[in-house]
């Protein structure tokens, strides 16, 4: 099984649990960091959702009538069905469809969106910039980026319960509430490895964006970067 598939697999296994997991070791921060980022978006037709799990960013952006039409794809079959519910409960099927996809190879013709947005996805990615580079392809000249992503602080005390919480609180409530002994563990670690700041503002220069601008939140934890095609 390649990494893709593994990623889904993984996916596949906490989905049930993902959401509530999700609030509860985010103390509900995670919500406030959706709303956040998706108020820096201009109001467009069309938009594409990278990873969109079980919804939450594309549910946001039409509620906050940020895109008229929301796509959202994703390795993880049972994030889908679980993203679908949601849509269905809110009525929102004509605005918001989930399908199975890969960033690293986009089924849309170049230019074809207007906004392409990733929540909490990219440092789970095979390749980090050959999807970029297909979220730059997907959109049209003159395109809206959105990327939410974890980080890592910059103050040495902020970080340094900011690790205890994450190498032993989180694994282990996550492992007790998802009954899944690896997953979390892997979360961690895709964090800790992942690059932040200006470092990921290389990678998107580096895949042809421009205007690129990046802000912290939560004491840095979580960073939202925007760029433009």
Same mark, same amino acid.
């Given at each position: 099984?390649?990494?893709?598939?593994?990623?889904?697999?993984?996916?596949? $296994?906490?989905?049930?649990?993902?959401?509530?997991?999700?609030?509860?070791?985010?103390?509900?921060?995670?919500?406030?960091?959706?709303?956040?980022?998706?108020?820096?978006?201009?109001?467009?037709?069309?938009?594409?959702?990278?990873?969109?799990?079980?919804?939450?960013?594309?549910?946001?952006? #039409?509620?906050?009538?940020?895109?008229?039409?929301?796509?959202?794809?994703?390795?993880?079959?049972?994030?889908? $069905?679980?993203?679908?519910?949601? #849509?269905?409960?809110?009525?929102?099927?004509?605005?918001?469809?989930?399908?199975?996809?890969?960033?690293?190879?986009?089924?849309?013709?170049?230019?074809?969106?207007?906004?392409?947005?990733?929540?909490?996805? #990219?440092?789970?990615?095979?390749?980090?910039?050959?999807?970029?580079?297909?979220?730059?392809?997907?959109?049209?000249?003159?395109?809206? !980026?959105?990327?939410?992503?974890?980080?890592?602080?910059?103050?040495?005390?902020?970080?340094?319960?900011?690790?205890?919480? &994450?190498?032993?609180?989180?694994?282990?409530?996550?492992?007790?509430?998802?009954?899944?002994?690896?997953?979390?563990?892997?979360?961690?670690?895709?964090?800790?490895? &992942?690059?932040?700041?200006?470092?990921?503002?290389?990678? !998107?220069?580096?895949?042809?964006?421009?205007?690129?601008?990046?802000?912290?939140?939560?004491?840095?934890?979580?960073?939202?970067? !925007?760029?433009?095609?």
């Amino acid at each position: 099984m390649g990494i893709e598939g593994n990623i889904g697999h993984l996916f596949n $296994r906490i989905a049930g649990t993902y959401d509530r997991l999700n609030h509860l070791l985010s103390f509900n921060a995670d919500r406030r960091w959706r709303r956040r980022a998706v108020r820096k978006l201009t109001p467009c037709d069309k938009a594409l959702d990278v990873a969109v799990g079980t919804a939450d960013l594309a549910i946001e952006m #039409v509620r906050q009538r940020k895109a008229h039409h929301v796509t959202g794809i994703d390795l993880s079959e049972e994030m889908l $069905r679980i993203g679908r519910e949601k #849509v269905g409960k809110r009525q929102l099927d004509d605005r918001i469809r989930l399908e199975s996809g890969n960033v690293l190879d986009l089924s849309c013709p170049d230019g074809h969106f207007d906004a392409v947005t990733c929540a909490y996805g #990219v440092r789970n990615f095979s390749d980090l910039d050959r999807g970029l580079r297909e979220m730059h392809r997907a959109l049209r000249p003159g395109g809206q !980026l959105l990327i939410l992503e974890f980080s890592y602080p910059d103050n040495k005390i902020i970080r340094f319960f900011y690790d205890f919480y &994450f190498t032993k609180i989180m694994p282990a409530i996550g492992r007790k509430v998802s009954q899944d002994p690896t997953a979390y563990t892997y979360l961690n670690l895709s964090v800790k490895n &992942f690059v932040w700041g200006e470092g990921f503002v290389q990678h !998107l220069q580096d895949a042809g964006f421009h205007n690129i601008t990046f802000q912290t939140m939560t004491f840095g934890i979580t960073t939202l970067y !925007l760029a433009q095609k």
